[in-house]
């Protein structure tokens, strides 16, 4: 697999590691979604890695809530279709 390495730097803090070339572009949304929430944390120079932690806890769970609601979107699709398929097939039937 093709890899680069991506340096993100957050408050004097360098942080390297590799990533899949096709991976670049949503690695550099989350980094600036990193440093807006860490923008909006009150921490010290020292507390880097804690603002860290706080802000993956914030991305973990606003990817939880967008995976539950494309999951009940989903669940909806499939009953509305059920539905259709049924009425499809009285109407068939007649």
Do not use: C
Not at 7 to 16: A, Q, S, V
Not at 47 to 66: E, F, G, R, T, W
Not at 79 to 85: D, F, G, L, R, V
Request: aromatic share 8%.
């Amino acid at each position: 697999m093709n890899e680069q390495r991506v340096e993100i730097e957050i408050h004097g803090k360098k942080f390297e590691f590799m990533i899949p070339y096709n991976e670049y572009i949503p690695t550099k949304k989350a980094e600036k979604r990193i440093h807006e929430l860490i923008s909006q944390i009150d921490f010290k120079k020292d507390q880097v890695d804690h603002a860290l932690v706080y802000a993956a806890i914030k991305l973990a769970v606003q990817n939880d809530s967008v995976l539950s609601k494309n999951t009940e979107q989903t669940k909806e699709s499939e009953n509305e279709i059920e539905e259709i398929s049924d009425k499809i097939q009285i109407f068939l039937n007649q």
